[in-house]
């Protein structure tokens, strides 16, 4: 995720004349969505298909290639769908403002800001959802969904704040 935003301030700063996450938004990213997705993800039981893998020896890496397949794939994903935003947003919202505009006041460039931040809070949201299951078969990420409360919690306050 941090990559992925890193890269999408980058396009926002080229294309909007400035980033298009101001520095509350990436305190919401950062401290609070990271921290709860850590924390309903350490909290959940492990899955029956985990329990029966064979153990582990100290020479296989932590990072298998299934997982680095899920961090580039949800990276290029997440820049792909933030650029649209970046890119497209006015269009397809009917929000006119020119981006060389520097107002900060500036209500139809803070309506595109805060759609781009919204959007990208979500792709965060349905993330955490995925990184339940990063097994190189598993593919159902609604496997045994409900069996953590906490992760539930997290997802509805994620959701309604």
Not at 10 to 26: A, D, K, Q, R, T
Not at 67 to 79: E, H, Y
Request: net charge negative; glycine share 4%.
């Amino acid at each position: 995720m941090n990559f992925s935003i890193l890269v999408c301030i980058l396009i926002g700063v080229f294309y909007l004349s400035e980033s298009p996450f101001n520095s509350v938004m990436l305190i919401w990213i950062n401290l609070i969505m990271d921290v709860l997705a850590a924390l309903a993800l350490a909290t959940a039981p492990p899955l029956q298909q985990v329990i029966n893998e064979p153990a582990i020896t100290p020479s296989v890496p932590i990072l298998q290639d299934v997982i680095w397949r899920q961090i580039f794939g949800v990276t290029i994903w997440n820049i792909i769908v933030i650029s649209i935003m970046i890119f497209f947003g006015q269009a397809m919202f009917g929000i006119e403002y020119k981006n060389s505009d520097q107002s900060n006041t500036s209500l139809p460039k803070r309506q595109h800001e805060t759609i781009i931040f919204n959007t990208f809070v979500f792709l965060q949201f349905f993330n955490q959802i995925n990184c339940r299951v990063v097994g190189p078969k598993d593919f159902n990420v609604f496997i045994s969904f409900f069996n953590n409360w906490i992760f539930i919690l997290v997802l509805v306050t994620i959701f309604f704040v």
